[in-house]
């Protein structure tokens, strides 16, 4: 299993320049489709799947602001896929750092 974390940013500007808006959207697509494990955030989504299927879907989702008509668009993607670690989830790196605390 890989996991993610994803940023689109959607550049433009204006007084009605919400990111909220394709931000939605974006949670919306999440929504529909049912490989990749997601959990929206106040800085992007973490991703949970193969990296394949976080690939693919990265694809899609940097479309959905121009889609809605924004002209540039920035995509952050981290992904960690540990082999030694195949079925570590977010949760459980998130557990590791509590259980040190």
Known sequence: ???????????RTGPDSHASE????IQ??????SKVAYQLHGMGTS???TADDIFALAAELHKVPFELGIPRVY??????????KPG?????KVDSVRDRL
């Open 75 to 84: 995509t952050v993607l981290k992904l960690d896929e540990p082999s030694d």
């Open 1 to 11: 299993m890989a996991t993610a974390d994803i940023t689109i940013l959607g550049l």
């Open 47 to 49: 991703l949970e799947g």
């Open 22 to 25: 394709y931000i939605a959207e």
């Open 28 to 33: 919306k697509r999440l929504s529909q489709q």
């Open 88 to 92: 570590q989830t977010l949760a459980d």
